[in-house]
C-alpha cells in the first residue's frame, strides 16, 4: 500500500538566522495539515536546533541534508546519524548529486550513508539520477538502475524504510524540468525494481526544477510520490503552492 505525497524543500546552503524565522513562520502560518500530503524542510546543520524550536509540535517534519556513515569518532568536520537525531530530524538526505559530484560520493558512501542514516532512527531520502552525458551516453536506465541497485544491496529488507528521489541532475537548478512523462518512465523503472524486492511500499520523489506551475503535472503521475524542492523551497508563497500542487 503506497503512502500520500511527501513534498521536501531542501534548502542546501542557503539561509540565515533571520531568512530561516521568516520562512519557517510563512510556512506555519500556511500549511494546512492533511492526511494526504506531508511537508518537510532538509535545512543546514547550524540551523537544524532553529527548526526544531520552530517546527516541534507542528506537522511539519524537518531533516538534515548530510550525514557521516560513521556513528562517532575521528571525523572533523563530519556530523553523525544520531547528532541529527538529537534535534528531532525525522529525515536525512544521502547521495544528493551534488555530494556525489562535488564531493566523489560512490554508490557504496550512499549506501553506506542511508544505513546509519536508518541505524541513527532517521529516515534516508536517498537520491538518485543521471547526468546529460549519461543520459545521452550509457543512458538513464544504466546509472538509475546502477545506483539504484548499490543501495537495495546495501539495505536488504530495510529498504522498505527509505524514501527515494529521482533527481535528473540536468534538470537541477537549471529551470529545465523533466516532462511529466520523463519523470514517469523512471519512477515507474524505480518501482518496478522496488516490487522486485518487496518494498512496493516506498515513496518516490521527483527533484529538478520543481515549481508551482510544473508541480501539479509531475505529481499527478501515478509513480511520483510527491518532490524534492530546492530553489522554490525557498519562497514560502511557491513552496506552499507547490506543496498543495
Ligand atoms: P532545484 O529545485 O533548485 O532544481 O533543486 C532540486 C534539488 O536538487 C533538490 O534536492
Redesign the pocket.
Known amino acids: 500500500m503506497r503512502r500520500g505525497k511527501l513534498v521536501?524543500g531542501?534548502w542546501?546552503m542557503n539561509g540565515g538566522l533571520e531568512a530561516n524565522a521568516s520562512l519557517l513562520v510563512a510556512l506555519l502560518a500556511g500549511w494546512t495539515p492533511s492526511a494526504e500530503r506531508s511537508l518537510a524542510v532538509?535545512a543546514p546543520f547550524p540551523y537544524l536546533g532553529q527548526v526544531r524550536d520552530a517546527l516541534t509540535g507542528s506537522k511539519l517534519a524537518w531533516g538534515a541534508q548530510d550525514l557521516s556513515p560513521h556513528s562517532a569518532g575521528a571525523y572533523t568536520g563530519d556530523v553523525a546519524g544520531a547528532m541529527i537525531a538529537e534535534f528531532g530530524c525525522r529525515y536525512v538526505?544521502a547521495g544528493?548529486?551534488?555530494r556525489r559530484q562535488l564531493h566523489g560520493e560512490t554508490d557504496a558512501l550512499v549506501a553506506a550513508k542511508a544505513k546509519a542514516a536508518l541505524a541513527a532512527g532517521l529516515t534516508p531520502l536517498v537520491?538518485v539520477g543521471e547526468t546529460l552525458a549519461e543520459r545521452d551516453g550509457a543512458g538513464w536506465q544504466t546509472v538509475v538502475g546502477r545506483q539504484f541497485d548499490a543501495i537495495a544491496a546495501a539495505l536488504a529488507a530495510d529498504l522498505a524504510r527509505v524514501v527515494l528521489?529521482y533527481?535528473p541532475v540536468w534538470?537541477?537548478?537549471?529551470?529545465r524540468?523533466a516532462s511529466p512523462a520523463q519523470a514517469q518512465e523512471v519512477h515507474a523503472f524505480l518501482r518496478q525494481r522496488l516490487q522486485k524486492s518487496s518494498a512496493e511500499a516506498v515513496q518516490v520523489l521527483y527533484?529538478?526544477?520543481?515549481?508551482a506551475g510544473n508541480a501539479g503535472a509531475l505529481f499527478a503521475m501515478p509513480d511520483v510520490d510527491g518532490g524534492?524542492?530546492?530553489?522554490?523551497?525557498l519562497d514560502a508563497v511557491e513552496f506552499l503552492a507547490i506543496a498543495g500542487a
Open positions: 521536501v531542501n542546501k532538509c538526505l544528493h548529486s551534488e537520491c528521489a533527481e534538470a537541477i537548478g537549471t529551470g524540468t527533484g529538478g526544477s520543481v515549481k524534492l524542492v530546492g530553489g522554490a523551497s
